[in-house]
């Protein structure tokens, strides 16, 4: 050892300090395990630049990608009872929405904004899958028809991002009484003449995947998205086959025409404003 090492570098360190360096600079891709700079994964919007692979986002980052210019604003969505049959398991439900509000920042699974996309008047309505699995209660419910009604009051079109395990089963009969309520808002747009688009996320499942998700007057789904209603496993069981390769994947929805069209989400943007040139008549007229 000399005295470099021993007086010098020591010295030098402690006059420039040791930086922390920051946890999360670099993701794994979970499809090719392959290790992903965070500049290089927001620049290509969450999507793995060795395979493809697209990584589940949140619903801010959806509306920012969406709207022109990534300009929007957010509503105030209406108040639903917290907990309205004092669920509890391991945990009491409202303990449950507490540590989900504070890992978010979002009051619910579900934000709803306005503003244009492709220079036309949209509503916005994205799921928040970090947000206790995405699950669909009387919130995301009251959401729904929310945005539905502000589409029909200013002549837009309303959008929806889904990505949701199902009902939220601390709700009980509360929130499978949000499907049909969902399909109504759904309704609502449709008889005002008004685009109702809808695009399926990994995952898009359950009593969303049930309702207004596969009501779009267009379906567009991302890349090896998991869509369905049941579980593989509780499929095969129940008919006692096994399933094709690749079944309740978004290609294979769309070979099946249950989805129209398979979207990369760097193209999503740029599609969704040529739907609306073609469907939003009135507009363009």
């Given at each position: 050892m000399?005295w470099?090492?021993?007086?010098?570098?020591?010295?030098?360190?402690?006059?420039?300090?040791r930086r922390?360096?920051?946890?999360?600079?670099w993701?794994q891709?979970?499809?090719?395990q392959?290790?992903?700079?965070h500049?290089?994964?927001?620049?290509?919007?969450?999507?793995?630049p060795h395979?493809?692979h697209h990584l589940?986002a949140?619903?801010?980052?959806?509306?920012?990608?969406?709207?022109?210019?990534?300009h929007y604003?957010t509503i105030?969505?209406?108040k639903?009872p917290a907990?309205?049959?004092r669920?509890?398991d391991q945990k009491?439900y409202?303990?449950?929405l507490?540590e989900?509000?504070?890992?978010?920042t979002?009051d619910?699974?579900?934000i709803?904004?306005?503003g244009t996309?492709?220079?036309h008047?949209s509503v916005?309505?994205?799921?928040?899958?970090?947000?206790?699995?995405?699950?669909?209660g009387a919130?995301v419910g009251?959401?729904?028809?929310?945005?539905a009604r502000?589409a029909?009051?200013?002549?837009?079109?309303?959008?929806v991002?889904t990505?949701?395990?199902g009902?939220?089963?601390?709700?009980?009969?509360?929130?499978?009484?949000?499907?049909?309520?969902?399909?109504?808002?759904?309704r609502?747009?449709k008889?005002?003449g008004?685009?109702?688009?809808?695009v399926?996320t990994?995952?898009?499942?359950?009593?969303?995947t049930?309702?207004?998700?596969?009501?779009?007057?267009i379906?567009?789904?991302?890349?090896n998205?998991?869509?369905?209603?049941?579980?593989?496993?509780v499929i095969?069981q129940?008919?006692?086959?096994k399933?094709p390769?690749g079944f309740?994947?978004?290609?294979?929805?769309h070979?099946?025409g249950?989805?129209?069209?398979v979207?990369?989400?760097g193209?999503?943007?740029?599609t969704l404003?040529r739907l609306?040139?073609?469907l939003?008549v009135k507009e363009?007229?």
């Amino acid at each position: 050892m000399s005295w470099l090492s021993e007086y010098v570098r020591p010295k030098i360190r402690t006059l420039l300090g040791r930086r922390e360096v920051p946890e999360n600079l670099w993701h794994q891709c979970p499809a090719c395990q392959q290790m992903i700079f965070h500049r290089d994964l927001e620049k290509n919007l969450k999507v793995c630049p060795h395979c493809g692979h697209h990584l589940r986002a949140t619903a801010t980052e959806r509306l920012g990608w969406t709207f022109d210019e990534g300009h929007y604003t957010t509503i105030e969505l209406p108040k639903v009872p917290a907990d309205p049959l004092r669920f509890r398991d391991q945990k009491r439900y409202s303990e449950r929405l507490r540590e989900a509000r504070e890992k978010t920042t979002l009051d619910d699974a579900l934000i709803v904004a306005h503003g244009t996309v492709g220079g036309h008047k949209s509503v916005v309505a994205a799921m928040e899958f970090g947000f206790m699995g995405g699950s669909m209660g009387a919130a995301v419910g009251e959401g729904i028809l929310a945005a539905a009604r502000l589409a029909c009051l200013q002549e837009a079109a309303l959008i929806v991002f889904t990505a949701s395990g199902g009902a939220r089963m601390q709700e009980g009969a509360i929130s499978l009484m949000q499907m049909p309520r969902t399909v109504l808002a759904v309704r609502m747009v449709k008889d005002a003449g008004l685009p109702y688009l809808v695009v399926l996320t990994d995952p898009t499942t359950g009593g969303v995947t049930a309702s207004f998700a596969m009501l779009g007057d267009i379906a567009i789904a991302e890349p090896n998205a998991l869509i369905g209603f049941a579980g593989q496993r509780v499929i095969e069981q129940t008919v006692r086959e096994k399933l094709p390769e690749g079944f309740q994947r978004a290609e294979y929805l769309h070979a099946h025409g249950i989805v129209d069209k398979v979207v990369p989400r760097g193209e999503l943007t740029a599609t969704l404003a040529r739907l609306l040139d073609l469907l939003m008549v009135k507009e363009a007229a």
